[in-house]
């Protein structure tokens, strides 16, 4: 339905366009005179069309989303009194089940006589506001375009009043990026906060033992937990380290080479093949590391004398270093391709080599770029669960052994709010304060990042 009217809406503004720059040269005296206007053509144009769209999409937007309270409210009046005064969840399941039933599927019990009734008047109010929606809609569109059609004029600079539009909308973006963070942050440090209420914030913070085993009822056995984060955080660090020491100088490497040295057809068609893999599910990585690089890891340090576990962060970070390639290739690539020849020219004119020219010149300039690759190269590594779930397991062992099993702080937060939890209990608060401190250290990562970038930083003309 919202899709229809949407759909209206567009070749209704297609319409209020072409009216409105028709009107605007028939004012003028035709296209060749437009040089008389105080916009262009296409503005008036755009601003007729922007009255046509803008407020119907508005009220359809507000519709969409007060519709479905403003029916159950109405639903629950034309029911009888013993059933509005039902506590909520009983109120709430009989909503479900009315509206079941009126899509024709079926209710949690058998219906009596007033909901069946109720059913019925939830289709009539449902077919009522189908019908609203599109006369109301269509009428304001309609009221819009007249509005906008009549407004133009010769001396209107109807491109100011687009502008302003489209800054406003942007505002309207930004603010919603804005708060949308400021909403993610604020719920997982509201669900830490009550997670260290039950848990010393010390405790978790310095813990050397992960073990989330809490009892959700009295009988069952195992009343207490160990939420040490250390080996959580450990084994995050040791898959990032491992995952970064194969990226970093392949993608690099790579992408001096690409930039620097191929010829152009080599990296026409070379480059994108190397971005493919960034395209490969994760998943796919992670049956490659489970089946393939895990047992040839294992095999291949047995014969060395080393103890290898079957799940190792090693091949979860090998596999992981060769997804997170193509980021660092690809924006390293760009990096450097984006230095000025004359810098290159400059250096080769005084009797440097290649080689120097890249080393002294080329990589200095493209110094914050490549930061900014590697950095995202990292918190790819930091944020990945696929491949370590399928290649190194869920074991939170405090080692540096690269061979043994370990897992991740994504991985423990999947973990952990998977099946059914109480919100209230330790084990699944735990995940948010997990989520909390991992959006620390990211936000530290940026700020280095953005040291390196303004330290460095430098301008060319």
Known sequence: MPGMILLALLVLSAAA???GQRRVLRMVGGPTRSRALASR????????????????LGLLLLWVFLEPMVLDQLVLRHLPESYRSLPPERVSLLLNDIKNLAKGGIASGQPDPAVRDAVEHYRNLQSLAKTALW??????SAVGLQFGYRKIHITFRARNKVEKVVETFLIIASTIAIFTTIGIVFSVLFEALRFFRLVPWWEFLFGLKWSPQMAIRADQVGASGAFGMVPVFTGTLLIALIAMSVAAPLGLLSAIYLSEYAPRAFRTAVKPILEILAGIPTVVYGFFAALTVGP??????????????????????????????????????????????????????????????????????????????????????????????MAAGLAANLTFNPLAAVTTVTVQIVTLLVGDQEFDSPKTLAAFALGLVLFVVTLILNIIALYVVRKYREQYE
């Not at 190792?312 to 391709?337: E, K, N, R």
């Open 135 to 140: 006369v109301v809609v269509l009428s304001l």
């Open 296 to 389: 040839l890891v294992r095999r291949v340090g047995e014969s060395l004398g080393f103890a290898v576990a079957s799940e190792s962060a090693l091949a979860a970070g090998l596999v992981m270093g060769i997804m997170i390639v193509p980021f660092v290739s690809s924006l390293t690539d760009d990096v450097i391709t984006a230095v000025p020849n004359d810098l290159r020219d400059g250096s080769l004119a005084l009797g440097a080599t290649r080689s120097e020219t890249i080393k002294r010149v080329v990589l200095p300039a493209a110094l914050p770029g490549i930061v900014g690759g590697l950095l995202l190269g990292v918190s790819r590594a930091i944020g990945e669960t696929m491949i370590v779930v």
């Open 17 to 19: 366009y072409a009216l």
């Open 41 to 56: 053509p296409r503005y008036y144009g755009t601003y007729v069309a922007l009255w046509c769209a803008v407020p119907a």
